[in-house]
């Protein structure tokens, strides 16, 4: 019996081209990605199905990549068995968005999802790809996971990802990412250094880009206006077959539920920074954003 139980701890001997990792600035499209891309016969892309309170709590390097290594190889066997896999999910689908559009009193959002098996319909073989995204904890273990895995991570206008964060019901919205400091100690107590809520949210998101500007290859990094203005098709980057999609997208980097003033504010404090989303944008997208802003 033990020798069983070991045994699921071990590296599964997988295609790991077909096993894809996809992080990304927090509200920044990752989710739409995984919604678009489950669109596609060879592909199933998972909404943050780990529980990573597993991954924040170990602190050893292999055993965090075998963690991961081991969820998709039991996945990808659920699936094929079961035709079900683990997601966090609306009405059993990946959803293109987690969080309902209109904010309540207090300008937050509310999750509108779930965690759970959902099914998956269709063929599913070993050369199907299996798509995993976690936005904050990847990010964080960047550094370790691009020695093991093909990861993709997802960027999106600086500006118009501050206005999402400031209607979030979680950490973002304080300029704070559990997952990633619980990986990443030295963020952690750079946070903690910082006051100003506004601040501590800039210093968090030019951590998000610096570490795909360190780590990743720029062929795997993705903008969210590339994927509206392509109707999905930059996403083929991940899987080739996305080359055939042509869904209805429309941007949402100037929402109506973003507070104008809120967002003025943090561009003035954007524009004043010198942090790495401006080796993916230049100021002038932070400022035609603002420019346009409902009032």
């Not at 990808?76 to 966090?88: H, N, P, V, Y």
């Not at 899987?239 to 003025?264: F, G, I």
């Not at 920074?273 to 802003?293: C, I, T």
Request: overall charge positive; proline content about 6%; hydrophobic content about 40%.
């Amino acid at each position: 019996m033990a020798m069983k139980f070991f045994s699921r701890f071990r590296k599964p001997k997988v295609d790991l081209s077909k096993n894809l990792l996809i992080t990304g600035v927090p509200r920044s499209g990752t989710t739409l990605s995984c919604h678009l891309l489950n669109g596609l016969n060879d592909c199933v892309a998972l909404h943050e199905p780990m529980e990573v309170r597993d991954l924040m709590a170990e602190t050893d390097g292999p055993k965090q990549i075998q963690q991961i290594h081991t969820f998709l190889h039991e996945n990808r066997i659920l699936i094929e068995k079961k035709g079900r896999a683990i997601s966090i999910h609306r009405d059993g689908k990946v959803p293109d968005n987690p969080v309902v559009e209109a904010g309540d009193n207090s300008g937050k959002r509310k999750l509108d999802v779930s965690r759970g098996e959902i099914e998956i319909p269709g063929e599913f073989t070993d050369k199907t790809y299996l798509v995993i995204k976690h936005p904050a904890v990847f990010s964080g273990l960047l550094p370790k996971l691009v020695k093991e895995f093909q990861v993709f991570a997802v960027v999106r206008n600086p500006i118009s990802v501050l206005g999402s964060w400031m209607t979030m019901p979680f950490g973002v919205r304080e300029g704070h990412a559990p997952a990633a400091e619980a990986v990443d100690p030295k963020l952690k107590k750079e946070l903690a250094a910082i006051n100003d809520t506004l601040d501590r949210q800039v210093h968090l998101l030019a951590w998000f880009f610096h570490q795909y500007k360190t780590y990743l290859p720029s062929t795997s990094i993705i903008r969210y206006e590339d994927v509206i203005a392509t109707q999905g098709q930059a996403l083929s980057v991940v899987v080739p077959s996305a080359k055939t999609l042509s869904a209805p997208l429309q941007s949402r980097n100037k929402s109506k539920v973003y507070d104008a003033v809120a967002m003025n504010e943090a561009g003035e404090r954007l524009l004043a920074s010198s942090g790495a989303f401006w080796d993916f944008y230049q100021p002038k997208d932070v400022k035609k954003v603002l420019s346009e802003l409902p009032l």
